[in-house]
């Protein structure tokens, strides 16, 4: 067993050489390249949710999605930054099927403590330039802690950045 220390050596040598020459691709992954940093911006927010603690939200749970090549930052006031991420949120029609009464909701409900259906479309921006848009449905409560909104997010934003996402299928020639 006393060459296999200098198999290793002379192995790591060979890659080497063959990497300088161009005959074999780097082992480093793509992801080891600068990690882009997208600003995340919410539109038209969701009750229970204000508009600026929806953007960190978004952006602690983009973060969850586990995307290596990508950062995300809540975006400051209304600046449009070049690489961006922009949210809209639609409360969709609710077809639960109760009696409709004339009677005001208590404050409670009326702040989302039911799950409630949403459209969320996700648009992606890079260099101020439109790349692609992901569409997801959801119901969720909009509270501050809503698991199913943040797993909502996380879901959208690897079906937009992921490897199999929206963004890598674009043809970029």
């Given at each position: 067993m006393k060459w296999l220390p200098c198999f290793r050596v002379g192995y790591a040598a060979l890659l080497a050489a063959l990497n300088l020459a161009g005959l074999v691709p780097p082992i480093a992954s793509v992801s080891a390249e600068a990690a882009i940093t997208l600003k995340?911006?919410?539109?038209?927010?969701?009750?229970?949710?204000?508009?600026?603690?929806?953007?960190?939200?978004?952006?602690?749970?983009?973060?969850?999605?586990?995307?290596?090549?990508?950062?995300?930052?809540?975006?400051?006031?209304?600046?449009?930054?070049?690489?961006?991420?922009?949210?809209?949120?639609?409360?969709?029609?609710?077809?639960?099927?109760?009696?409709?009464?004339?009677?005001?909701?208590?404050?409670a409900e009326q702040a989302f403590a039911a799950y409630r259906p949403v459209t969320i479309e996700v648009r992606l921006y890079l260099n101020d330039k439109y790349q692609t848009l992901i569409e997801r449905q959801a119901m969720v409560r909009g509270r501050p802690n809503d698991p199913e909104l943040a797993a909502a997010v996380a879901s959208a934003t690897k079906s937009l950045l992921g490897p199999s996402g929206a963004y890598r299928t674009i043809d970029r020639r």
């Open positions: 995340v911006v919410a539109f038209h927010g969701l009750p229970g949710l204000h508009h600026s603690a929806l953007s960190r939200f978004l952006a602690a749970h983009m973060a969850d999605a586990g995307l290596a090549d990508w950062r995300f930052e809540p975006a400051d006031g209304d600046n449009a930054s070049p690489n961006r991420v922009e949210w809209t949120f639609r409360l969709n029609p609710y077809a639960g099927g109760e009696v409709r009464n004339f009677v005001r909701a208590p404050e």
